[in-house]
């Protein structure tokens, strides 16, 4: 192995592969039997796993030659760029000497289409094979689904993945046509039903067979491209908010497109969307998920973007202030977790903390409540002495103002407000 020219690749194709922020390992599980690596233990920094541990993940394409044009992609066909590629041996070899050096704990795969759809796919799937087949690798391994991929090969890729990903990359077809008018949903959407029926198939199966291959067992995700086109974030989390439904992905990642091309079609060079803009559609994201809230409900039509002031909940409960304040002591659990600054473990704290006495403000305190912000929302066996700001149109701010803190770090952990 050339080491000075592998250098070079991995400086070009690690580069390339920086804009795809769909690497979360959550999910796996693939345990050490003997082998090497291991998606389980504990590991270091780069990516998060689903019970918030910190992993380290190789992450190269392993080609940023592409047959497409797409207006968006640093790898466009036209962009006068440094070319490299990866052979299937060496991102094996890169993958094995970075284990062994406790840098990594597993690999994120990605590609450009350098020939076609299934030679690219199955070169992915080869390097995922050799590992686990020839070197026992147990460490998470996140392979690209490769649009267009043939079933055969996306059976394949689930038996040797943790994780498989399609971008979907801009939220609409409309938009896609505009921006890469050589793709198309459709396209990209088959793999993704696929995914989702051979896992249907496998927990079927798991249930009459003491022992099935695992398939995908971290599941799939997806990402899209966040300002690149005109969407809403009503559009936005509305698709995303599709493809949970229907296609029971793990997670839909957000992307501020980053302008890097002077293209017509595209944004000012100078036009940066808003960091805060896409850490609110992982909030809105989060709300869907995890707190029962519906899509149309987080946005209007007639408020089509997410306040960069406030969080999602907090502003779904200012635009309906008629429905609070609400008693922590006899409120149901959808009403609990839709109150600013009470979350979900927080939530399951009240519902078995009240079977046993009547909660306070000092109880939710102790419980770790955000008071800061639950306090105007809740009431308890008296009414809440807050009740008069409701009626207040300066509320927000009192609000905000409350909580001014917390907003002058706005990436912190502590902006999810939930």
């Known amino acids: 192995m050339n080491l000075e020219r592998i250098k070079e690749k991995l400086e070009i194709l690690a580069d390339a592969a920086k804009y795809d922020v769909s690497c979360s390992s959550s999910g796996g599980n693939r345990k050490n039997n003997g082998g090497l690596g291991n998606s389980h233990a504990s590991g270091i920094c780069h990516s998060y796993t689903e019970d918030g541990r910190c992993v380290s993940l190789l992450k190269i394409l392993l080609t940023n030659h592409c047959i497409y044009d797409c207006a968006y ?16 041996e060496e991102v094996v070899d890169l993958t094995m000497n970075f284990y062994r050096r406790n840098y990594i704990e597993g690999l994120f795969l990605s590609s450009g289409i350098f020939k076609d759809s299934d030679t690219t796919m199955e070169r992915l799937v080869r390097v995922a094979k050799k590992l686990r087949l020839e070197h026992n690798f147990n460490g998470y391994i996140h392979l690209k689904s490769i649009p267009g991929a043939s079933d055969e090969i996306m059976k394949e890729a689930g038996l040797y993945a943790d994780r498989l990903s399609i971008n979907i990359e801009i939220p609409t077809e409309k938009g896609l046509k505009l921006l890469a008018p050589e793709k198309s949903h459709s396209e990209m959407i088959k793999p993704m039903g696929f995914v989702k029926n051979e896992l249907a198939l ?41 493809f949970y439904q229907n296609f029971n992905l793990k997670r839909v990642y957000y992307s501020g497109y980053v302008p890097m091309l002077t293209d017509a079609r595209l944004p000012s060079i100078d036009s940066q969307v808003p960091m805060l803009r896409e850490n609110r559609l992982y909030q809105a994201d989060w709300l869907m998920r995890f707190y029962g809230f519906k899509a149309h409900e987080i946005l209007e039509k007639e408020n089509p973007f997410l306040d960069l002031e406030v969080d999602p909940k907090l502003a779904w409960a200012l635009r309906h202030r008629e429905q609070f304040p609400i008693n922590v002591n006899t409120a149901s659990k959808g009403m609990l977790m839709r109150i600013p600054g009470i979350g979900g473990k927080s939530v399951n704290k009240i519902i078995n903390a009240r079977r046993f006495q009547k909660l306070t403000l000092e109880n939710l305190k102790k419980m770790g409540v955000a008071l800061n912000r639950a306090k105007y929302f809740v009431e308890f066996d008296n009414p809440n002495i807050f009740n008069k700001y409701i009626e207040e149109q300066n509320f927000k701010k009192i609000i905000m103002n409350s909580m001014k803190s917390k907003f002058q770090n706005p990436f912190s952990e502590q902006l999810s407000l939930f």
């Open 73 to 88: 992609c640093v790898s466009r066909k036209t962009n006068d760029i440094k070319r490299a590629a990866f052979t299937v």
């Open 202 to 242: 496998y927990k079927e199966e798991k249930k009459i067979f003491r022992k099935v291959p695992k398939f995908a067992p971290a599941g799939q995700s997806t990402q899209m491209i966040v300002g690149a086109t005109d969407e809403t974030d009503l559009k936005i989390i509305k698709v995303a908010d599709h």
